[in-house]
């Protein structure tokens, strides 16, 4: 793929997802049985630069990152280039292993995750900085599975270049305020939400969530969605807040609704979608992953979320 189709850039993690489903999710020391055990191509940044391939309706996307000398790795580079995503920027590191994530995930939908990051804790400043110069782009998404160094060199460096930052602040762990000053969206669920803001919990009502996005818009990112799960999500710019409500599906698996969130997001923006029509796309897109087992396997393509929006636009009519 040239580069010069390139208006997305991925970086961040890649992982293998090892899934076993359970009635119930285990309390602390606890064992319960298990069924449905498959291993699945995932990691927050891979599932995000998966979603921009698969919603972008272009050649359009890259991934940087790095992956173990292994069949995971190879697994991993392979799902994404079936995607349609460019991973010239991937690279393969023959001292460590591929990163793997230990999901279980309970009936309903509800999920508990172990990360071992692997390889991805060989993704330097430099090698970031040097992919986004070389490839270009209008918008980067990041993630917090990479190092932290790497990342805010990356949206640091992205906003030299004037692409637009999205940064998906998951997993949850303090920030620099350096780091969200170049943040142009910054996308957290309501836990990370919460904890950004130190609030502590795990859950926002609705009515809380024109505060807590205020909050966190003070600390320096232009734009912030608050993703809600059921309850949508709630965006806030310098014009003011708004709700976006969710769609009603029955939720499978909640694996990788936020990364498909995001990289639906990235790709709509990237194709000319202005702020509310990109989250509403979003939203979309989310809400079919959830009805669906698996990171990747769980993001649709543009022709589903389209023929979703313009059912549900028929209906209002």
Known sequence: MSTAQISVVVIGSLNMDFVMEVAQLPLRGETVPGRGFVT????????QACAVGRLLGRPGGAMVGCVGEDL???????????AGIDTGWVRVMPEAPTGVAMIVVETGGQNQI??????????????????????????LLLQLETPLATVEAAARHARS???????????????????????????????????????????????????IAARLRARGPEQVILKLGEQGAYVMDG??????????????????????????????????????????????????SVTRRGAQASIPDRREVDSLIDAAREERT
């Not at 699945?40 to 599932?47: I, P, R, T, V």
């Not at 995971?72 to 079936?82: D, K, P, Y």
């Not at 999205?166 to 939400?193: F, M, Y």
């Open 40 to 47: 699945l191509s995932g990691g927050k940044g891979a599932n």
């Open 72 to 82: 995971l790795g190879h697994r991993l580079v392979e799902s994404l280039q079936a």
């Open 114 to 139: 172990v990360v071992s990051p692997g390889a991805n804790d060989c993704l330097g400043p430099e090698e970031a900085t040097a992919a986004l110069t070389a490839l270009g782009g209008s918008h």
């Open 161 to 211: 270049l004037g692409m637009t930052v999205i940064l998906d602040p998951a997993p949850a762990r303090p920030l620099p305020a350096a780091l969200l000053q170049c943040v142009d969206l910054l996308t957290p669920n309501e836990s990370e939400a919460l904890a950004l803001a130190e609030l502590g919990g795990s859950r926002i009502e609705l009515s809380e969530a024109p505060a």
């Open 239 to 288: 014009t003011g807040g708004r709700h976006f409500p969710a769609r009603r599906v029955t939720a499978t698996d909640a694996t990788a609704a936020g990364d498909c969130f995001n990289g639906a997001l990235a790709a709509g923006l990237a194709d000319g979608m202005g702020l509310a029509q990109a989250v509403e796309f979003a939203i979309a897109a989310a809400s079919i």
